[in-house]
């Protein structure tokens, strides 16, 4: 109860102007920060941005222009300004209510449609009925749709809080998506929900018509690629590829990543990263490869929809791919990228655990891009592990705070 979640906010939709009034309005008295007041006058300035943001009624509006223009009359312009810009984004995000669903603090609108080896989709986000954000996407068809559907979603809302309700297309209430109760799905036939579903659909078809195209071009130009690969390969298919790669400084706090791409583009739903034990062994970076591997599979139920397992790395790397799948009942070809002592691509080994230099320069800059995609996302990754670890040593550090405060502490907050 004491959680209040509004977003997310689009860039330039005034996020910034609004966080600073609010913090204006509740954080300060007389231009100095509150210190020394109780539980409960903290628990009524909650309730105050509660209270602001539903825009139950006009209040809150009408005393802040009144404060603009007593500002404006006093000369204090720089004030005035300030509450004017507030003002502005407040008024625009009033204006967009729709007043039938402000009872509701959260609602996504949730609309697709599939294409080939495509989803197109369109999620509106809903705050006390105010539409505040539009996403569009485009997620690759690696899988089945449902199972697709089930990937996206978890993925999706893992750094969001789940709506109220998802407001969705009544034929996604008919796959077996395999989710926790959490979701809770509904499919409009008339009224308010039935209104905003039209709209995203609306929204959807105006992104498909504008993008599918383009997106068709990169498929094409990706196939093509995957043919070239497959050259030096020979198998049946390339439809998923996993690509693993690790990151860590002197073994400290080492992280792993996987990343997929489907139909020869990069496939971010089905993205996955993980914190990994850190060893002191000269092969470490060699062992790091076989915990990423097995902890992608241990948990991914769907092994036998992968083509082809990239290494990042050489022999060695590779050889520790293969053992681990073997290890693990997995039968997917493993090759690997070889970079040089400048950490640029150099070579592929091969199936036969040949090293091959490409020649084709269209390939070789493909395999480049997978090679960068990778190593940014094992980078991003193990900086996110680094600030978190340096969180959590300050955390322990704090004089009378112990092993019981510190854990109530994380079962509030989830995370340092």
């Known amino acids: 109860k004491n959680t209040f979640y509004y977003g997310p906010f689009p860039s330039g939709y005034g996020a910034k102007p609004i966080l600073k009034l609010l913090q204006h309005e509740t954080l300060y008295e007389n231009g100095l920060l509150?210190?020394?007041?109780?539980?409960?006058f903290w628990i009524n300035q909650f309730n105050k941005i509660k209270e602001i943001l539903s825009f139950k009624n006009n209040n809150y509006i009408n005393e802040l222009t009144n404060k603009m223009h007593q500002a404006a009359n006093?000369?204090?312009?720089?004030?005035?300004l300030?509450?004017?810009?507030?003002?502005?984004?407040?008024?625009?995000l009033k204006e967009s209510q729709i007043i039938e669903l402000s009872q509701y603090k959260n609602i996504d609108v949730f609309a697709y449609k599939t294409d080939e080896k495509l989803i197109f989709a369109t999620v509106l986000f809903y705050r006390y009925g105010i539409l505040i954000n539009k996403v569009n996407l485009t997620i690759p068809l690696g899988l089945s749709v449902d199972e697709s559907l089930r990937v996206f979603f978890e993925q999706f809302y893992e750094d969001k809080i789940l709506p109220d309700n998802l407001i969705v297309q009544e034929e996604l209430l008919n796959f077996d998506l395999n989710l926790s109760s959490e979701y809770k799905f509904i499919s409009p036939k008339i009224g308010t929900n039935k209104k905003v579903l039209d709209l995203a659909i609306l929204n959807l078809n105006d992104y498909y018509e504008k993008e599918h195209l383009v997106i068709k071009n990169q498929l094409d130009k990706a196939s093509n690629m995957l043919d070239s690969l497959n050259k030096y390969l020979n198998l049946p298919k390339l439809k998923n590829i996993v690509v693993f790669d690790n990151s860590n400084i002197n073994n400290?706090?080492?992280?792993?990543?996987?990343i997929v791409y489907t139909n020869g583009i990069k496939n971010k739903s089905l993205y996955r990263k993980f914190n990994l034990e850190a060893l002191n062994e000269r092969s470490a970076d060699v062992e790091y490869i076989k915990q990423s591997i097995s902890k992608f599979f241990s948990s991914?139920?769907?092994?036998?929809?992968?083509?082809?397992?990239?290494?990042?790395?050489?022999?060695?790397?590779?050889?520790?791919?293969?053992?681990?799948?073997k290890t693990l009942n997995i039968n997917i070809p493993v090759i690997g990228l070889v970079k040089n002592e400048f950490h640029k691509t150099k070579a592929l080994i091969d199936l036969d655990m040949?090293?091959?230099?490409?020649?084709?320069?269209?390939?070789?800059n493909y395999l480049v891009q997978i090679q960068v995609e990778v190593d940014r996302f094992a980078k991003s990754h193990f900086r996110n592990r680094q600030k978190i670890s340096s969180l959590e040593g300050k955390l322990r550090n704090i004089k009378g705070l112990g092993p019981n405060m510190e854990q109530n502490l994380l079962n509030h907050f989830k995370s340092y």
């Not at 991914?300 to 799948?325: F, H, R």
């Open 34 to 40: 509150i210190k020394n007041k109780d539980y409960n």
């Open 74 to 80: 006093n000369m204090q312009f720089e004030l005035a």
């Open 82 to 92: 300030f509450l004017r810009d507030g003002l502005t984004y407040l008024k625009k």
């Open 252 to 258: 400290i706090n080492p992280v792993g990543v996987a």
């Open 300 to 325: 991914n139920k769907n092994t036998k929809d992968y083509d082809l397992v990239i290494a990042d790395g050489g022999i060695q790397q590779v050889n520790e791919a293969k053992k681990t799948l």
């Open 354 to 364: 040949n090293e091959i230099h490409i020649n084709d320069l269209e390939l070789y």
